[in-house]
């Protein structure tokens, strides 16, 4: 009997549970919610028309921060209307309670994000957040700089802080002062849609100042640094190029297993590039297709 009574007492706390009086308590616990809600992301839309060029909130005080570098969240990518504002903000109130609005000229469109702030001092934190969440840029909202990042990791540029999850790819070779074939530029493309993810360290800068004080022992260092820490080294010998750096990298790495090379016959010291790798196990492949696909 005792258990008998227990399970009528358990079905009807269900049923209490379930029934449409729990449904109604529910539906009224919701509504201040939804309303706030609501509320809120009418006032983010009139914020928006007050701020034409941008801006980063915090929803919970109203106050714009003045500090720190805001990453939007992947999650609430291509929101750009009045209607979408609800996502945004229930995002925001359920993260890190900061949302983020900019004008998109390319398309004539306002943006919204629920965003996150980092601290400018730890740069590398949010191009890892910003990779992870698919973000083609971050602001630094004590400056209003827009820093645009991708997968291609240059000197004088922020890294990633955490490299879990990334194979790293260093793009040794030909650059001819930036006046040859800018190879790298063709590895970056043809690495897109692969299911692993890549991160290339590309020396070749946009703009080379070698006069610039110190500049050239940047650069040295942030070569040798990069090219010990990649996990393989992408190597190309241009024809019609002497490449000595390129050639002492080879000797440096050559026992590294890391190695891919790309050399034909018709660079000049193919045969002494060809017996080195050959004595030294490092492949090497006839075109940069060839050992674009060789890549793990």
């Known amino acids: 009997m005792r258990l008998r009574s227990f399970l009528f007492t358990l ?18 616990a919701a509504g201040p919610a939804q309303e706030a809600t609501a509320a809120t992301a009418d006032w983010v839309w009139n914020y928006s028309q007050a701020h034409p060029d941008g801006f980063t909130v915090d929803i919970r005080d109203r106050k714009a921060p003045t500090e720190g570098i805001s990453v939007a969240y992947a999650a609430t990518q291509d929101k750009h209307s ?66 645009r990042i991708d997968n291609v990791i240059h000197p004088h540029e922020y890294e990633p802080a955490d490299l879990r999850g990334w194979t790293t790819v260093f793009l040794a070779g030909t650059i001819d002062n930036g006046h040859s074939e800018d190879w790298q530029q063709t590895v970056a493309a043809k690495l897109v849609g692969r299911d692993r993810r890549y991160l290339l360290y590309n020396p070749r800068q946009e703009e080379w100042h070698p006069e610039r004080e110190g500049e050239m022992d940047y650069q040295v260092h942030w070569e040798l640094e990069h090219l010990e820490k990649a996990d393989h080294i992408l190597m190309v010998f241009l024809p019609g190029s002497q490449s000595p750096i390129t050639l002492l990298e080879l000797g440096l790495h050559a026992r590294s297993g890391k190695l891919l090379v790309v050399c034909t016959p018709s660079f000049y010291r193919y045969d002494n590039v060809r017996l080195t790798c050959d004595r030294y196990g490092v492949p090497v492949y006839g075109s940069l297709e060839e050992a674009i696909e060789a890549l793990p």
């Open 82 to 147: 009045k209607e979408d504002l609800g996502d945004v903000v229930s995002h925001a109130l359920a993260h890190d309670g900061y949302v983020g609005g900019w004008w998109n000229s390319e398309d004539s469109l306002y943006y919204f994000d629920s965003v996150r702030i980092l601290q400018e001092s730890e740069p590398g934190e949010a191009v890892s957040f910003a990779l992870e969440n698919e973000q083609l840029a971050f602001y630094v909202l004590s400056t209003g700089e827009e820093v």
């Open 11 to 28: 079905c009807l706390t269900v049923l209490a549970a379930c029934g449409p009086m729990a449904r109604t308590a529910r539906q009224e």
